[in-house]
């Protein structure tokens, strides 16, 4: 899986190409600490390696998922309807029980959206998209997808 600096690399060359319709949406994972404490680092890489599997899933042609650190992945998309796909998506994600450690549990999903903007430079996309995953995260809740704009 791509990691922050390919991110930064990709939605660099998106923003000079064509800022028009890309998206970037900053995914927070809820409940991922008390996984990894309870069934150890190695249950919490088999829910991330779950987690990333699920997101790359169905990616159209220019989508990148990528990890950006810790329990946050970054999506970068373009279209239309991508943000209300890949939303969809993380939502199903969301409901999910998934497996760590042979242990069945449930996460959810904090998700800022940020749409690019003319003169936007890569660090103001992905500051508007991590202060409003901030903000959905005011609403998290497991087994759900909590959704921010900014």
Avoid: W
Avoid at 87 to 116: F, M, N, Q, W, Y
């Amino acid at each position: 899986m791509p990691n922050r600096a390919a991110c930064v690399d990709h939605l660099t060359a998106a923003l000079a190409t064509d800022p028009a319709g890309l998206a970037v949406l900053f995914c927070d994972l809820d409940g991922f600490k008390p996984v990894n404490d309870r069934l150890g680092h190695a249950a919490g890489d088999e829910l991330l390696v779950a987690v990333a599997d699920h997101l790359r899933a169905d990616l159209r042609e220019g989508d990148m998922v990528s990890r950006f650190g810790g329990d946050e992945f970054v999506i970068v998309t373009r279209g239309e309807d991508a943000v209300e796909v890949i939303a969809s998506r993380i939502g199903a994600l969301a409901a999910r029980t998934l497996s760590a450690a042979g242990t069945e549990v449930r996460i959810g999903v904090s998700v800022g959206v940020a749409h690019a903007q003319p003169d936007d430079r890569t660090d103001d996309v992905l500051t508007r998209a991590d202060m409003a995953m901030y903000e959905a995260k005011k609403s998290k809740a497991i087994g759900a997808l909590s959704l921010a704009v900014a």
